[in-house]
């Protein structure tokens, strides 16, 4: 173990060998294998970011250098990254889901020399790109265990410890001298964006920009070594970078990993989180799963699951706002027991709150939380601010809004309505890419990107992107993302996406919920018919249509939708439509799209459905 008294301040490693001084035989990580989950102490953690960086050494990593990590979240990520940043190398993370065409690409433009794998099934995928990566010079898979091959040296981890083991045994303090030279200003990572506009640019995080961001975190949402967190966005990017690992970890919280992103319901019965970080989707399709499950029972159970709601948020608002709750001890037992319980329970019975962020939140999924005694608390930032700019918390937050800035972030909207932000999280720069950082940081100002607003109490209101923004051939500027949310908060929507840029008026994809579309039918006795015949049939297409009027009705003349398609499949990760914290692709889905949205702009096309009164 490294002598404490030696280590320089301010970077990620030895923040975390504090935590380690302190905590020591306590938990650090749990990871399931089955039904159970394993256990990880800070300790045995520690041994093992030893043995990483150690054995990465004896590969001949040296400071500065790019080392690449593809893997689902689990807890040989964390090992490898901090083992990485012990030898003042640079973390070069890669979504495990990312194509072939993208992991070339960040491996190309990083320069990465060793690339590290989860498993064989990862190494048989991207090993095709193997011979066109000149710069890669090595694989280490975290499991399995492959020949040598001609071109790249593979290993799995246990092999890594013991080759690190060997080279230390006559070089007491290596690890010690390591770390002793690492400067807040040092490259941590490079992180690529997802890529919604163009290919992905790599974005430079320094280990002050992390502890930074941890630092004006901490000022508003406490978590301390009684929490637990479950992990289960992408560890490869930056909001559960931050938020779901470092942020819990440097405050002692315990961190368990999913499963996998479609267990997450079923981990969470097992761990009892306290806290988890999730975006939008997430809390979207567990509103929607209530609300079916809702509508698909009895009247009177519906009625007393409203009726419950009502109560639940007075109770939350005596726990948060201090409002005394205008019901009595009675109502209270009947709705916690009745339902309140049952529906937290599902989410593991423990949550204190969930932070969101990665994009909008619709401020009625937060309500109905709220109203379920859960609070979620909306921040936002990007990849290129380490991440977060402004968060709510438990003591000042607004539903609709994104909170208030960190206190080392500087926040200011320019007169064309984007937040810039300047300050110690602001980026170094995009990775060889001059003139793209030329473009984001002028005089200091990172140009987000994103059109918002400060209310009267100073929360930040983010209103849409700026170039999603749209433009009607009449000259009028509409947000896409306003609409969208209003018609997304009825969970009878899945996805929708707005179009009409240089378009006399506007149309809508939607991709409807199936299960609600399948008891409309049955309600119809539309049930014989497929699912894609009930979805062009006249009686499901006037129900969207009134129900869309209605939902609309309040917007300007020129907001209005005039024509809508409804759509079988959602858009997909796979598919290449969302983009891997699941933002929608626009480009993408307008040319795959085309025909229809075409067909949508002809005026003798009777196959969608139209506003005739507009």
Aim: hydrophobic fraction near 40%; include cysteine.
């Amino acid at each position: 173990m490294p002598d404490f008294d030696k280590l320089p301040p301010k970077n990620i490693v030895n923040t975390f060998w504090e935590k380690v001084k302190k905590y020591g035989s306590r938990t650090a990580l749990l990871s399931r294998i089955g039904e159970k989950y394993n256990v990880m102490t800070w300790e045995s953690l520690a041994q093992k970011v030893n043995g990483c960086a150690l054995g990465l050494h004896q590969l001949k990593v040296q400071r500065g250098d790019r080392i690449a990590l593809l893997s689902e979240n689990r807890p040989e990520w964390v090992i490898t990254d901090l083992a990485i940043l012990s030898l003042g190398a640079v973390v070069v993370p890669i979504y495990p889901t990312a194509s072939l065409e993208d992991v070339k690409h960040i491996l190309e433009n990083s320069g990465a020399e060793i690339l590290f794998l989860s498993t064989l099934a990862q190494f048989e995928r991207i090993s095709p790109i193997f011979p066109m990566i000149n710069c890669l010079r090595g694989v280490v898979l975290f499991d399995e265990h492959l020949p040598s091959t001609e071109k790249n040296f593979i290993k799995n981890m246990n092999e890594l410890f013991e080759t690190g083991r060997l080279g230390s045994l006559n070089n007491d303090g290596l690890y010690e001298r390591m770390i002793l030279q690492i400067h807040p200003e040092d490259l941590a990572t490079i992180i690529y964006t997802s890529g919604t506009t163009g290919p992905a640019k790599g974005v430079m995080l320094t280990h002050r920009n992390f502890l930074e961001n941890c630092q004006g975190a901490q000022e508003l949402i406490k978590i301390s070594e009684c929490d637990l967190a479950l992990s289960f966005l992408p560890l490869s990017h930056v909001f559960e970078r931050l938020a779901g690992y470092y942020f819990m970890l440097f405050n002692g919280a315990k961190i368990a990993y999913a499963q996998s992103m479609q267990t997450v319901v079923e981990d969470m019965g097992i761990t009892h989180p306290t806290v988890a970080a999730a975006v939008p989707r997430f809390y979207e399709k567990v509103y929607a799963k209530i609300i079916e499950g809702v509508k698909s029972g009895p009247p009177f159970r519906e009625k007393i699951f409203f009726w419950a709601l009502s109560v639940g948020r007075k109770i939350s608002d005596q726990k948060y706002l201090k409002i005394k709750a205008d019901v009595g001890p009675l109502q209270i037992f009947l709705a916690e027991k009745l339902v309140l319980q049952k529906i937290r329970r599902v989410l593991g019975g423990k949550i204190r709150f969930f932070i969101s962020g990665g994009a909008p939140l619709n401020k009625e999924i937060a309500d109905f939380f709220y109203s379920l005694g859960i609070l979620i608390l909306e921040g936002y930032g990007l990849t290129e601010t380490s991440p977060v700019i402004t968060v709510n918390s438990e003591s000042a937050f607004k539903f609709g809004t994104v909170g208030k800035p960190l206190s080392p972030c500087k926040v200011t909207i320019a007169e064309d309505g984007e937040i810039l932000t300047k300050g110690p999280c602001v980026m170094s720069g995009y990775y060889r890419n001059p003139q793209a950082t030329a473009e984001a940081i002028i005089d200091g100002w990172f140009y987000t990107g994103d059109i918002g607003e400060f209310d009267s109490e100073g929360y930040l209101k983010i209103t849409d992107r700026k170039k999603d923004i749209i433009k009607t051939s009449g000259g009028k500027m509409i947000s896409p993302q306003n609409i969208e949310k209003l018609i997304l908060a009825d969970s009878f929507y899945s996805q929708v996406v707005i179009l009409g840029d240089k378009r006399n008026y506007i149309v809508a994809l939607i991709v409807p919920n199936k299960a609600r579309v399948l008891t409309l039918a049955k309600q119809e006795s539309l049930e014989d018919l497929s699912y894609e015949s009930l979805l062009k049939h006249p009686q499901i297409m006037s129900f969207f249509e009134g129900d869309l009027r209605h939902k609309i009705a309040s917007l300007a003349s020129f907001e209005q939708i005039k024509y809508f398609t409804l759509l079988p499949n959602e858009f997909t990760q796979d598919s290449g439509e969302l983009t891997p914290t699941l933002k929608v692709k626009r480009r993408v889905i307008q040319e795959r799209y085309k025909d229809r949205i075409e067909s949508m702009y002809a005026t003798s096309s009777f196959s969608q459905a139209a506003f005739p009164s507009l």
